[in-house]
């Protein structure tokens, strides 16, 4: 819906107000729409119940109450918020061919995701600070991440995830738009509200992109810091055992770092491509459905302690049955 105002300057010129924003999606038939609506549900399926059993796991086994896998179930609710956020909405995009998203709705939605990936930035440098201190400093390990100090960094975490947002939500409120709507796209992201700009949008682009930049280069910078120093030290331990058993407890987290990173990376600094009209779209599936759905994967089949609980639990349920 938009709204026309009278402007109180000379010419009079009628001055309009989008309380609405149109969701697009995707521009392919109706069957094709379809298939990617049950694929992508069963994968949002796939996502909750993944990362849910990651926390349950977590919450309800004491060998698991350790500072790496408390910031892992922050990770997993993190990416439970994440897709909820985005893929219940996107479905129903995908059936009804677009759907009306409100004016408030449309911000909330970018403000949210937006904080959520934030947070997990954050939370991955934090577990990649407890990985340096349980291999650089094991001696020291229990002192400098005991439970109150990984409370209050898995705190912060979210913290400073969701506050930085709030800058970049004002930076955003600066913005006019009066016209047209239509988003090209099945969530509201950064670049296509720009689009639909009427005003100079040219200050807040760039500080929202050092913003962002300092967002997320500053964690990635910090977790490749603290890699070198930890394969540095594991390359100092004498037996290939030793070695091998040191990097076994960091090589889930680190196979995550890089999937995670590497897709957002991808996303933002691929060019477009222009031949292919859902190309953007597309890339955009890759962090929020991709990632989600292969962290509880990949930790399962990657850790040995979640992997050992998990049987042990599958096989106290069928023995019980």
């Known amino acids: 819906m938009i709204q026309v105002f009278k402007s109180s300057n000379l010419n009079f010129i009628n001055k309009t107000l989008i309380t609405e924003f149109w969701i697009q999606g995707f521009q392919i038939p109706y069957n094709y729409r379809i298939l990617m609506f049950s ?3 069963v994968i949002y399926i796939m996502i909750l119940t ?59 939605q970018f403000y949210v995701f937006g904080s959520l990936i ?9 577990m990649s600070y407890d990985r340096y201190l349980a291999i650089c400093n094991p001696l020291h390990y229990n002192v400098l991440m005991n439970s109150r100090i990984c409370f209050k960094l898995a705190v912060l975490s979210w913290l400073l995830g969701f506050l930085l947002s709030v800058i970049t939500m004002m930076f955003i409120t600066q913005i006019s738009f009066c016209g047209p709507n239509m988003i090209d796209h099945f969530l509201c992201d950064f670049a296509p509200l720009l689009n639909l700009a009427c005003s100079d949008i040219s200050k807040v682009e760039l500080q929202v992109f050092i913003l962002s930049f300092s967002v997320i280069v500053f964690p990635f910078t910090f977790i490749v810091l603290t890699y070198l120093s930890i394969i540095r030290t594991i390359l100092l331990i004498p037996s290939i055992l030793g070695r091998q058993k040191a990097f076994s407890t960091c090589s889930s987290h680190l196979t995550i770092v890089s999937l995670y990173y590497g897709t957002l990376m991808f996303m933002y600094s691929a060019p477009s491509i222009k031949m292919f009209h859902n190309a953007n779209k597309i890339l955009s599936l890759l962090y929020i459905v991709v990632t989600p759905l292969c962290n509880p994967i990949i930790y399962s089949l990657r850790n040995q302690e979640i992997k050992y609980i998990l049987q042990k639990t599958i096989t106290v349920k069928c023995i019980l049955h």
């Open 118 to 126: 934030s947070t997990e930035c954050f939370l991955l440098a934090v």
């Open 39 to 41: 694929l992508f549900f």
């Open 50 to 108: 993944g990362n849910i059993l990651i926390i349950i796991l977590v919450s309800t086994n004491h060998r698991l109450h350790s500072p790496m896998y408390i910031f892992l179930s922050n990770l997993s609710l993190s990416e439970i918020f994440f897709t909820t956020s985005i893929v219940p909405n996107m479905l129903y995009v995908l059936v009804s061919g677009g759907s009306i998203m409100t004016f408030a709705g449309c911000f909330t």
